[in-house]
T-cell receptor, first 109, second 114 residues
Framework: GQNIDQPTEMTATEGAIVQINCTYQ??????LFWYQQHAGEAPTFLSYNVLDGLEEKGRFSSFLSRSKGYSYLLLKELQMKDSASYLC??????????WGAGTKLIIKP | TAGITQAPTSQILAAGRSMTLRCTQD?????MYWYRQDLGLGLRLIHY???????GKGEVPDGYSVSRANTDDFPLTLASAVPSQTSVYFCASRETSAHTDTQYFGPGTRLTVL
């Protein structure tokens, strides 16, 4: 079957670094996406990894290991506005996104 | 650019009534999707359309129907609503190119079925 596993909730301090892990099992693989979703809003695209390694985009970086079925999202210099849910979503062989329940990130001053 | 719009923003519907959720995009994306999002669960795909004139069933299609008469519009219809269809519904479209593959989401419709 298809399965996504990520922590339900994490807490971090403003200015710090946090890593959100995601493990996945899918029928086929065509890349992995990370989305940010603030409460009451739509998901917004953060990153897309199709090859192994680290993709850096400003304060956010995303890592992929296809052989391990593993990805992480790294957020640096945390700001209060980063308080949101972070959704891990691999794309299966039918090019459909398989969504995890998301990790709620709470930033404390 | 408007991107993706959805209507209505929210709705309270009596069980047994029908309703159509509207979705329009102005980005000329071929693929479009309807998801529902329930507390504690990931987004679940209801129906999708890879291009105008075609549709397909997702993970939770029962009780819903879609049509794709043109590139821009992808309405979702509930023929006879039931309380378990209370959810937040998101429409999305997919942009693909040699360098990107991204789904963009509309603002969502919050539906309550009583």
């Amino acid at each position: 079957g298809q399965n996504i596993d990520q922590p339900t909730e994490m807490t971090a301090t403003e200015g710090a670094i946090v890593q959100i892990n995601c493990t996945y099992q899918t029928s086929g693989f065509n890349g992995l996406f990370w989305y940010q979703q603030h409460a009451g809003e739509a998901p917004t695209f953060l990153s897309y990894n199709v090859l192994d390694g680290l993709e850096e985009k400003g304060r956010f970086s995303s890592f992929l290991s296809r052989s391990k079925g593993y990805s992480y999202l790294l957020l640096k210099e945390l700001q209060m506005k980063d308080s949101a849910s972070y959704l891990c979503a691999p794309m299966d062989s039918n090019y459909q996104l398989i969504w995890g329940a998301g990790t709620k990130l709470i930033i404390k001053p | 650019t408007a991107g993706i719009t959805q209507a209505p923003t929210s709705q309270i519907l009596a069980a047994g009534r029908s309703m159509t959720l509207r979705c329009t995009q102005d980005m000329r994306h071929n693929a479009m999707y309807w998801y529902r999002q329930d507390l504690g669960l990931g987004l679940r795909l209801i129906h999708y359309s890879n291009t105008a004139g075609t549709t397909g069933k997702g993970e939770v299609p029962d009780g819903y129907s879609v049509s794709r008469a043109n590139t821009d519009d992808f309405p979702l219809t509930l023929a006879s609503a039931v309380p378990s269809q209370t959810s937040v519904y998101f429409c999305a479209s997919r942009e693909t190119s040699a360098h990107t593959d991204t789904q963009y989401f509309g603002p969502g419709t919050r539906l309550t079925v009583l």
